[in-house]
């Protein structure tokens, strides 16, 4: 376990379904990420938060949204969509210190997204 | 973009020999590497770091080695185990960036 823990492990929806993905850290770290990892690709980083702030939205379609209420908790909110979507998604939680002072980030087990 | 690259998709060792991996980063500006491992069905986890003012590092079984002048990183693992066979990825950040950046990744196959 790396204190980082994804719900759910599987998910099928349709392409017209609204579903949310979840992800809890308890590691104390101050940002949380969202990855995709779809096969042979490098992980894509979709979307960071540090101390709660979105600072990074590598322009991911408006069909996920992000949402982090507090620094323990992120989620995914899914909505209409495509089948080309379905993937490997990954939460990350890491202690940003600031310039040379970074730290590994530790990742969830994901959720596999299948949009049929 | 930030890119970091790997020179083999897939690599077999036989158990119990050495393994290495190479990955080749594009932004001299990188100030800390990790390597990743992740298994089938899992999330990717950590092996082991470095940062830019070394050139080596050992952990358990496992060295990485940092060659800023040709921006090159390995990982090399000793006496390879059958429990060794994953993916493994090289990640880097960079002093103003809020994250990781990802290479895709080598398959390694240990043969028993």
């Known amino acids: 376990e790396t204190g980082v823990t994804q719900t759910p492990r599987h998910l099928v929806m349709g392409m017209t379904n609204k579903k949310s993905l979840k992800c809890e850290q308890h590691?104390?770290?101050?940002?949380m990420y969202w990855y995709k990892q779809s096969a042979k690709k490098p992980l894509e980083l979709m979307f960071v938060?540090?101390?709660?702030?979105?600072?990074e939205n590598n322009s991911v379609p408006s069909r996920f949204s992000p949402e982090c209420p507090n620094s323990s908790h992120l989620f995914l909110h899914l909505h209409t969509l495509q089948p080309e979507d379905s993937a490997l998604y990954l939460c990350?939680?890491?202690?940003?210190?600031?310039?040379?002072?970074?730290?590994?980030?530790?990742f969830g087990q994901g959720t596999r997204l299948t949009v049929v | 973009g930030e890119s970091v690259g790997l020179h083999l998709p897939t690599l077999s060792v036989q158990e119990g020999d050495n393994s290495i991996i190479n990955c080749a980063y594009s932004?001299?500006?990188?100030?800390?590497f990790i390597w990743y491992k992740q298994e089938s069905g899992k999330g990717p986890q950590f092996i082991i770091d470095?940062?830019?003012?070394?050139d080596k590092r050992q952990g358990q079984r496992v060295t990485v080695l940092l060659n800023k002048t040709v921006k090159h990183l390995s990982l090399q693992i000793a006496a390879t185990q059958p429990g060794d066979s994953a993916v493994y990825f090289c990640?880097?950040?960079?002093?103003?960036?809020?994250?990781?950046?990802f290479g895709t990744g080598t398959r390694l196959t240990v043969i028993p």
């Open positions: 590691l104390g770290h101050n940002a």
């Open positions: 470095i940062r830019s003012n070394m």
């Open positions: 990350a939680s890491s202690h940003l210190q600031g310039q040379g002072a970074n730290t590994e980030a530790f």
């Open positions: 990640a880097f950040t960079l002093p103003w960036a809020n994250n990781l950046f």
């Open positions: 938060y540090s101390l709660e702030e979105r600072v």
């Open positions: 932004n001299s500006a990188s100030d800390y």
